[in-house]
Every structure is written in C-alpha cells, then in structure tokens.
C-alpha cells in the first residue's frame, strides 16, 4: 500500500478565516482528508486522493474566487506585464492605481475643485478604479456567491456597486449632484484595498519567525571519502546531494548541513536557532547535531542520520505551520458566526434603506447612502482574525525560544492546566548518574563489560552515563537485544546465554532485596546490583516553585523506586509522587489525574511516550534528535526546565490575547453597524465605513504583536 501523499498549494486572494473556511468546506464537501487552510501565508494542504485529481482541487478554489500559484516557467515576463501583474495581483499595486484616480476626487470634493464636482469628470476618474475593484472583489464575490458561501468581497461590491449604479443613473438622467457618488464607489474601493494591505504587512510579521529559521539553510558541505588505498580524501558538494550514512566535516563557524552524529572529534555547537539558548553546547562522540546549528569551535567528524525534510529543523518548521493551519477551540464560534455574517449584514442593509426611507422620512440618497455604510463598516475579518493571529503570534514566540507546539490547540489549553505531572530522570534531574557502589559474584571486570555491553546499546539517560563511566576496550556481540521501556535491557549471546539489566520488578522473582536501582542476571540468575545517584536540576527547584505559586499541583511520575523517588520529592517540595511505574502504569496514573483535572505532563519523551499523548498536554523534553517521533503535544528543545515556565506563560498570554481580539471584533461590528444605519457617520459615511473596517483588523493584528515582546 502506497504512503498518503501531503499536497501543498499556494493560494492568493483569502482575506481571513472566512475565505479559509469557505476553501476547507468546499475540499470536505469532496471526501478530501487532513484539509489544513492558514490564510495568514495562502498554503492550502490535504491529502491526495484518488477520487479527484489535483487539477480539479485547484479548479474548486479558483470557482470560489481566489487564485492558485502555478508552477513558474524560466519565461521572463516583460516589463509592462510586470506592472499589469503588479496592479492586479497585489493589495499594494491595487491601492497605488486606485489611489491615484480616487485621491483628486476626494480632495475635489472636500475643497470643491470646479471640474473635479463635474459628473463626467468623476465618472472618468472612477471607471478605472471600478475596473480594477471589480477584478478582484467582484470577481470573487460572484464564484462565493455561486458556490453557496459569500464571503466579505461581496459586501464591498454591492456596496462600491451600489454608488456606481446610482451615480451613473444621476448621470443619464441629468438629476443633478444629489444623485452623484462616484466618489463614493473610488474611495470605498482604494481604501478597503488599503486596509487589505496593511493587514497583509502585519500578518507577514507573524511568519518572520518560522521564515528565518526555514531559511537557514547552507548549500555547501565537506565530504568525507576514502581512495582505493583507503586514504581520507576531503571534497565539496551540494548539501542536496548528501545522503544517510555519508561522512561528513566540520570546522570552526561552519553551519551544520544535516542531522549527524558524531564520531571522532570534539566541538562546540551553537543551537540558539533551535533551542533559544545562545550558550554554545559542548559535543563529544556518539552525540548528535543538529542542521542549522553552527560549531563554534573544533573540528568533528559525523555521519549523517537524516537529510532534507527529516532534519529536526526542517519538522520543526513543519510543525510549526501545520499548528498554525489547525483550529484553536476559541476559534470555533469565531467560525459559525463569520460563515453567517455575511447574509446576516446583507439583511441589515436593505432593512437600513428600507426603514430611513419609509419610516425615518430620509431621502434616497441619504437612505443609500447609510446602507452602503451599512455594507463596508461590517467585518467578519475582524472576527475570523482575532484567533488565528494571536495563536500565529504566539507560536513564532514560542519557536524562537525553542518550544515548538504541534497543535494551536495545545497552545491555548494552558489556562485550563490545574497539575503537572513530572517524570523524574532526566527531567527533574540531570540524567547524569554516577556509580555509588555496586556489588557482584562475578570478576568485577567480567561484571563491568556485561554491563557496559547491555548499556551501550540504549539511549537511556542512565544506560549512556554507565556506559560512559565503564567503557570497556571490548564488548560482547550479543545475537539478539530487546530493549524494553521502563524496565531495563535483555539480551542473548553466541551460547544462547540470556542476560538482563533491569530494575527491582526485572528480577523479584529471584530476590528479596529491592534496595538497589539496576540488577544484573544470567540465565535468571542474580549476579550483581548498581547504586546510581542523579543530580537535581538546579532550575527545577525554581520552576516547582512557580508552579505551587500559581495554583498548579506538582507530581512526580517515576519508574524509579520508593527511596529515591521520595528523597528527590522531598528535596524539590512535592507532596505527590508515584514510584516504580512501568508505562503502563503511568498511562493509567495520567488517566486518572486527567479525570480529576486538566493535566500537563513532562518527560524525557521516550519511556514516558504512551503518558505524554493521554495527558490534556504532553510535554517533551530531551535530546531533540528525538523529537520527531514522540507523541507529545509540546516540545521544549533546549533540553532543561526553563523554557517550561515560558511555555506556560506564553499560553495564558496567548489566550488573553484572543479573548481581547474577540472582545473588540465583536464590540466594534456590535457599535460600527447600527452607528452607520441610523446616519451618524454624516456624508462621508461610506468612506469613514471603509477607513475605520480597514483599520479594525489591523488594530487586532497590532494587539497581536504584543506577543512578540511582552515579557513571559
């Protein structure tokens, strides 16, 4: 069976989460899967299906209105289709044009330039500004309108439509200057074109995070080869032509090109771009680096271990963006009420003409006037907007500071946290061990290359120090190894001799004593035990703290047993602790506390994986080359506490974000409609309705930013 391919499109023409709503209903309504729309960068992804062809998946979009980037040809296009291009297929070209026919108009009517006031002058000077309006919002109007979902585009052409269709019959009919608003149409148009544009140069800002580090990227690599007599041979090549398993070099201030490991050299690694931590990081054999990072200073030797889109840096990013595309449980009444507003707001128009005319005693013009107000001062923008951009805010924050989130979701669920559940090894403490003491009835150095001859074959944060600490010139070849999470590590030799290193539950069938953390056996017999001591992280003190102090239980959720688990809780202040849990009885345990109250939980992201999915939020923390496969929600790349607390507050301020954009989307279309319905807004109504719609999305967009800088 053949792997579900991800397809991405990049479309023009969505204004807010309306226009992704319309797309991701119309590709549902034909069986397509996984359908994730982020208007904020026009990237429309699904699943591709047999059933219906890409082409056809293209053709839909474009018959709601929008435009599909096609692949480029190597044809330069010529100057003047440059600027045709410029004009039509841009909110800035379209505003520019626009502005130049509109701008006389409106100055001539606030000073009462003489030829400016002429009908036909105003006509001539509207009739391109009508052409390229129409070329984009009608356009667009009449296929959402066709397809059953009118989005905001069709407000803004009955109402620019509207003044034009009035005007021109003031005009033919020689009723005078009561009946003209041409400049009504001209500078509706340009300023809504206005207001899309400074709303797209504040939704770019959002992306610029994500932007940078997808762009960092080297094109050069130093390979390393061997010639027939086996000597090392150095040569440059294209990074894209770098695979799995090659050997490559390298020096000081050079960016890493791959995901690699380390095999012979020693170096340090600058991963501020992934982690947010700007203090290099010493590397040392069998370590892994990772792409983009850049080694400060040494000189390492590697072998790569992932390529392209399967780097970290690259899922990062990924993940990012996919979380952006995904909807926050906010957002979801935001939603219903914008796929409603814009028959909603098109009943208050005519009901706004209709009443001024019959009951208020106001004039045609004047009762048009109002309801075309009516129609541009409405924004279902504003609504669609106030989630998607404090969540893309909120997740380039995040990102900068190395926590990626995989789902917008995860970000806002933070308000709801009550306790947080914390594995032990390598999360609390530092992961790395010592050897107190030990004990065999084995030669002690047959004992120490047993051991180390398990231990190198894990990547447990205990399993990599004992090997480090006993590393042995030889190691047994074992035939067979089963590595088995929360409990230790099996394996069989040449002879068919089996061995294991568990902890206590490996071996209570053959002893008592369950004072020890590791037990050796052969062929189920006990030969020796290990007494470890881990370190508490000296941030882990401060963040326990923080934690009590907000409300929020800590727990402590080890597979480590009673005594140690008791005197690490003790020392760190939390009262709860489960000791001497397989994953199994963790996935049960963070069962249980997810049915008291909302639960995070943090582990190292291996042993720890079934709890990390079941709990309200999962939080990685570890090696991040091992973060593409945890099925955690949240992931913390610089490999300590710190970051968590930032993640915490990033999310509650996030939250309180999206509850300010709410307030004023739904506050300003609750005041804006009925101010421009009874007549408030004065002559000018239409063009302060269309200045002050513009200006309310990027009010929520600016109130957005302040994510960027507000302290967390």
């Known amino acids: 069976m053949q792997d579900t391919k991800t397809v991405s499109l990049f479309v023009k023409g969505m204004d807010c989460t309306t226009c992704a709503l319309n797309i991701t209903k119309q590709l549902q309504k034909q069986g397509l899967q996984e359908v994730y729309v982020n208007f904020a960068s026009g990237k429309v992804q699904y699943q591709e299906s047999e059933q219906i062809s890409n082409d056809k998946v293209s053709n839909l979009i474009e018959d709601l209105g929008y435009s599909v980037l096609k692949t480029?040809?190597?044809?330069?296009?010529?100057?003047?289709?440059?600027?045709?291009?410029?004009?039509?297929?841009?909110?800035?070209?379209?505003?520019?044009?626009?502005?130049?026919?509109?701008?006389?108009?409106?100055?001539?009517?606030?000073?009462?330039?003489?030829?400016?006031?002429?009908?036909?002058?105003?006509?001539?000077?509207?009739?391109?500004?009508?052409?390229?309006?129409?070329?984009?919002?009608?356009?667009?109007?009449?296929?959402?309108?066709?397809?059953?979902?009118?989005?905001?585009?069709?407000?803004?052409?009955?109402?620019?439509?509207?003044?034009?269709?009035?005007?021109?019959?003031?005009?033919?009919?020689?009723?005078?200057m009561g009946f003209i608003f041409f400049e009504t149409a001209a500078t509706t148009i340009t300023l809504v074109f206005f207001g899309n544009y400074l709303e797209e140069k504040s939704l770019q800002q959002t992306q610029a995070t994500l932007q940078k580090i997808a762009t960092q990227k080297i094109s050069k690599a130093t390979m390393i080869a061997f010639d027939e007599e086996y000597k090392e041979q150095h040569f440059e090549v294209d990074i894209d032509s770098l695979r799995v398993?090659?050997?490559?070099?390298?020096?000081?201030?050079?960016?890493?090109?791959?995901?690699?490991?380390?095999?012979?050299?020693?170096?340090?690694?600058?991963?501020?771009?992934?982690?947010?931590?700007?203090?290099?990081?010493?590397?040392?054999?069998?370590?892994?680096?990772?792409?983009?990072?850049?080694?400060?200073?040494?000189?390492?030797?590697?072998?790569?271990?992932?390529?392209?889109?399967?780097?970290?840096?690259?899922?990062?990013?990924?993940?990012?963006?996919?979380?952006?595309?995904?909807?926050?449980?906010?957002?979801?009444?935001?939603?219903?009420?914008?796929?409603?507003?814009?028959?909603?707001?098109?009943?208050?128009?005519?009901?706004?003409?209709?009443?001024?005319?019959?009951?208020?005693?106001?004039?045609?013009?004047?009762?048009?006037?109002?309801?075309?107000?009516?129609?541009?001062?409405?924004?279902?923008?504003?609504?669609?907007?106030?989630?998607?951009?404090?969540?893309?805010?909120?997740?380039?924050?995040?990102?900068?500071?190395?926590?990626v989130f995989k789902g917008a979701k995860s970000l806002e669920q933070f308000k709801n946290i009550k306790q947080i559940v914390f594995d032990k090894t390598g999360t609390l403490t530092t992961g790395n061990f010592d050897i107190v003491k030990f004990d065999t009835i084995l030669n002690e150095d047959e004992f120490k290359t047993i051991v180390y001859s398990l231990e190198k074959q894990s990547n447990h944060p205990i399993a990599k120090s004992i090997a480090k600490l006993w590393q042995q010139k030889t190691a047994i070849n074992f035939k067979t190894i089963d590595e088995i999470k929360g409990l230790g590590i099996k394996a069989k030799d040449k002879e068919g001799n089996e061995y294991a290193l568990t902890s206590y539950i490996g071996v209570s069938s053959i002893t008592k004593d369950d004072t020890h953390q590791l037990y050796l056996s052969k062929n189920n017999h006990l030969c020796g035990w290990i007494d470890i001591e881990d370190t508490i992280r000296q941030e882990a003190f401060g963040v326990i703290a923080s934690?009590?102090?907000?409300?929020?239980?800590?727990?402590?959720?080890?597979?480590?047993?009673?005594?140690?688990?008791?005197?690490?809780?003790?020392?760190?202040?939390?009262?709860?602790?489960?000791?001497?849990?397989?994953?199994?009885?963790?996935?049960?345990?963070?069962?249980?506390?997810?049915?008291?109250?909302?639960?995070?939980?943090v582990?190292?992201?291996?042993?720890?994986?079934?709890?990390?999915?079941?709990?309200?939020?999962?939080?990685?923390?570890?090696?991040?080359?091992?973060?593409?496969?945890?099925?955690?929600?949240?992931?913390?790349?610089?490999?300590?506490?710190?970051?968590?607390?930032?993640?915490?507050?990033?999310?509650?301020k996030t939250f309180t974000t999206i509850q300010q954009n709410l307030f004023w989307a739904l506050a300003y279309n609750v005041v804006a409609i009925p101010v421009a319905a009874c007549g408030l807004l004065g002559y000018y109504a239409p063009t302060y309705g269309a200045i002050i719609m513009g200006l309310s999305d990027v009010v929520l967009v600016l109130n957005s930013l302040k994510l960027k800088f507000v302290k967390v």
């Open 72 to 176: 480029s040809n190597n044809t330069a296009p010529s100057t003047s289709k440059k600027y045709v291009s410029f004009i039509l297929n841009s909110h800035l070209g379209r505003f520019l044009f626009c502005a130049i026919f509109a701008l006389p108009l409106f100055i001539g009517h606030l000073v009462h330039i003489h030829f400016l006031m002429n009908p036909i002058w105003q006509f001539v000077f509207t009739v391109p500004v009508y052409f390229v309006g129409m070329q984009f919002f009608g356009k667009s109007a009449y296929k959402s309108v066709a397809q059953g979902m009118p989005n905001m585009n069709v407000l803004i052409t009955l109402g620019a439509t509207a003044a034009m269709g009035y005007s021109l019959y003031g005009l033919l009919a020689n009723k005078g």
């Open 245 to 403: 398993g090659d050997l490559i070099l390298m020096k000081s201030g050079e960016q890493v090109a791959a995901d690699a490991k380390i095999l012979s050299g020693n170096a340090t690694v600058n991963e501020s771009l992934l982690t947010g931590e700007s203090t290099p990081v010493a590397k040392y054999p069998k370590d892994a680096i990772i792409a983009g990072s850049i080694v400060q200073d040494g000189i390492i030797k590697a072998q790569i271990s992932a390529v392209g889109s399967n780097t970290v840096l690259q899922q990062i990013v990924q993940l990012a963006q996919h979380a952006q595309t995904q909807k926050a449980p906010a957002q979801l009444l935001a939603d219903k009420i914008s796929s409603i507003f814009v028959p909603v707001v098109l009943i208050i128009a005519v009901l706004t003409f209709a009443v001024n005319l019959i009951f208020v005693k106001v004039d045609v013009s004047e009762s048009l006037l109002r309801s075309i107000a009516v129609l541009v001062i409405a924004c279902p923008c504003a609504m669609g907007l106030a989630t998607p951009a404090a969540i893309a805010v909120g997740l380039g924050r995040a990102a900068k500071n190395g926590i």
């Open 547 to 601: 934690f009590k102090s907000k409300g929020i239980k800590p727990i402590m959720l080890s597979g480590d047993n009673e005594q140690k688990c008791k005197l690490v809780a003790q020392k760190l202040g939390i009262e709860t602790y489960y000791a001497q849990q397989t994953p199994t009885q963790k996935l049960e345990k963070i069962d249980m506390l997810n049915k008291q109250a909302p639960t995070a939980m």
């Open 603 to 652: 582990g190292d992201g291996i042993n720890d994986a079934p709890a990390l999915a079941k709990a309200t939020i999962g939080i990685a923390i570890g090696n991040a080359s091992d973060i593409a496969v945890q099925q955690a929600h949240v992931i913390l790349l610089n490999n300590g506490l710190l970051s968590l607390s930032k993640a915490f507050n990033l999310g509650k």
